[in-house]
């Protein structure tokens, strides 16, 4: 069981927001919110960064952050916590095991990731002879 104090997160308020939204979104069966308070708290944060209405399909209740300030993932965060205090919920808990991702990156990414391989080279894999092989594409 995984747990979140809304109170202490123990995360910038940027995380805080979109892993509580994305709980909201998900159909998590094992989570400590009622579906009606999850699409409330999704709705509203939705209404702060956009003007028209949250789509209904579930894949179109995503939220994209980048645009926005500090002060609106702020709000959004405030209005999590509101939302969650007045229905009595101060840890969210769900039981869901960490998935493995979808895909390894998006292709946008690969340039920086192959720049990090370069800048932090893995260390080189130990063979069971005893040999090491060089993990990095040169």
């Given amino acids: 069981m995984q747990t979140l104090d809304i109170h202490r997160p123990e995360m910038p308020d940027l ?6 939204t994305a709980l909201c979104t998900s159909r998590l069966t094992a989570l400590n919110i009622p579906v009606t308070l999850r699409a ?3 709705n509203r944060c939705w ?7 949250p789509p209904q399909r579930p894949e179109e209740r995503v939220l994209d952050l980048r645009p926005w300030t500090e002060l609106t993932v702020e709000a959004m965060g405030e209005t999590i916590r509101v939302a969650l205090m ?13 998935s493995e991702p ?8 690969k340039p920086l990731i192959e720049r990090f391989a370069q800048l932090y ?5 130990e063979t069971d002879s005893g040999h090491t092989v060089d993990t990095v594409p040169h």
């Fill in 15 to 20: 995380q805080f927001v979109l892993l509580v």
């Fill in 40 to 42: 409330t708290i999704f």
């Fill in 47 to 53: 209404t702060l960064i956009h003007e028209n209405p």
């Fill in 86 to 98: 007045d229905a009595g919920i101060k840890i969210l808990a769900w039981d869901h095991a960490p």
């Fill in 102 to 109: 979808t895909r390894i990156s998006t292709p946008e990414a």
């Fill in 121 to 125: 080279p893995q260390p080189p894999e």
